[in-house]
Nanobody, 122 residues
Framework: QVQLVESGGGLVQAGGSRRLSCAASGRTFSSYDIGWFRQTPGKEREFVAAINWSGISTYYADAVKGRFTISRDNAKYTVYLQMSSLKPEDTAVYYC???????????????WGQGTQVTVSS
């Protein structure tokens, strides 16, 4: 089992950058694949990026490809989402989630953090 806590959200101007962190507890963290998702009111939770347990393989949604970078530091039990060239449409609550195996469907993830709000002003 793993517990996840996101941080780093806040208000940022369009074109700016922000780094989100997903801190995990549990010695098995380095075995899990991690995904980042985002959600706005009234919409489904949307896949943003994912990284495999070793950090070698990464995956991105088309909407963020080239602007966001996912990485992890297993020694620190943390996964990061570096967001650059932010747009107002990136405004959402961002969640990290864990499971074994990389998938893009939110419903397939077993463990979730509480989320962190990112607001991009125009």
């Amino acid at each position: 089992q793993v517990q996840l806590v996101e941080s780093g959200g806040g208000l940022v101007q369009a074109g700016g950058s922000r780094r989100l962190s997903c801190a995990a507890s549990g010695r098995t963290f380095s075995s899990y694949d991690i995904g980042w998702f985002r959600q706005t009111p009234g919409k489904e939770r949307e896949f943003v990026a994912a990284i495999n347990w070793s950090g070698i393989s990464t995956y991105y949604a088309d909407a963020v490809k080239g602007r966001f970078t996912i990485s992890r530091d297993n020694a620190k039990y943390t996964v990061y989402l570096q967001m650059s060239s932010l747009k107002p449409e990136d405004t959402a609550v961002y969640y990290c989630a864990a499971r074994f195996g990389i998938v893009r469907e939110a419903s397939q993830y077993d463990y979730w953090g509480q989320g962190t709000q990112v607001t991009v002003s125009s």
